[in-house]
């Protein structure tokens, strides 16, 4: 009996059928070619309707995630085959390229989280892993904000934009703090004295707020209870509201709570603030409205 002869491996490339390559490489570049002109087509079509600064970034977004998927789902169906002979041929390489781009992967994962928990989209403003702003753009691996200050607590941009990666989705927990639309419940806090005059600074943030409310607490009312029976919650109040907090030293923490809408909060605070002051300074404050 012959002795077993073992058949030499075949050649990685000796395996791939030129015809089919060759074929594969034209349909993948007129795959490219079609999916970036229909995308150029729609977004000049959508820049002549004149949408808002806001919808335009996030139809550019959604537009672009929307034409890497095909991209991605389309050139893999066709090269199919020569990618399975490549993955088993690879296999030890492969094991090193995953690790090799393992941050790469869960940025990628991370944009499958967002997108499947509807945690946040274009426009809306955010804090993630202590950077907080506006959501400007989103890719595959990143998410880049406008940042808004000062702190945590201020509403003006810093003229700054910061990139971050869609891996920290998984690494630490989102703020949205556009998640209710066009209104929110506004919280901010006044330091006063510990003394017997807080009631009146009580009274005057109250007052202050219920004159910046009154244009329009009929709509966010009706905002409110829409929201509630949308995603089946309960109404939250929509009263202004003053919680006492003690404070180390002679002083009282007065978090103030009112309805406002959603891209001007930061006015409205101000606007009760300059309230208050005029108030508890003697003079009268503006008139409502």
């Known amino acids: 009996m012959p002795p077993d002869v073992t058949p030499p491996p075949l050649d990685l490339l000796e395996a791939l059928d030129r015809a089919t390559v060759m074929r594969n490489l034209a349909l993948t570049l007129a795959l490219w070619v079609a999916a970036f002109g229909l995308r150029w ?110 702190s945590t607590v201020g509403h003006q941009r810093t003229g700054r934009a910061v990139t971050l990666p869609n891996s920290f989705l998984f690494s630490h927990p989102l703020t949205n703090e556009s998640f209710t639309e066009a209104y929110v419940l506004h919280s901010f806090p006044v330091l006063v004295k510990a003394d017997a005059r807080w009631r009146d600074a009580e009274r005057a943030l109250l007052e202050g707020m219920k004159a910046e409310m009154q244009p329009y607490a009929d709509d966010a009312r009706k905002f409110f209870e829409r929201m509630a029976s949308d995603r089946h919650i309960e109404v939250p109040p929509q009263e202004p509201r003053v919680l006492v ?36 300074q003697g003079t009268r404050p503006p008139a409502a409205g």
């Open 41 to 150: 087509v729609v977004m000049r079509a959508l820049k002549k309707r004149g949408l808002r600064i806001e919808e335009l970034r996030r139809v550019t977004a959604s537009t672009r995630s929307a034409m890497l998927l095909v991209l991605a789902v389309g050139t893999g169906a066709l090269w199919f085959d020569e990618l399975k002979l490549v993955a088993l041929s690879l296999a030890a390489v492969a094991a090193a390229l995953v690790l090799a781009t393992k941050e790469l992967i869960m940025c990628a994962g991370g944009t499958f989280l967002r997108t499947s928990s509807r945690s946040f989209e274009v426009g809306d403003r955010v804090e993630l892993a202590g950077v907080r702003g506006d959501v400007i753009d989103t890719t595959l691996f990143t998410t880049t904000v406008l940042e808004v200050g000062p």
């Open 245 to 280: 907090q003690t404070e180390l030293g002679e002083a009282l923490r007065l978090w103030c709570r009112v309805p406002a809408p959603a891209r001007e909060k930061g006015t409205v605070e101000q606007a009760v603030l300059r309230r208050f002051l005029d108030a508890t």
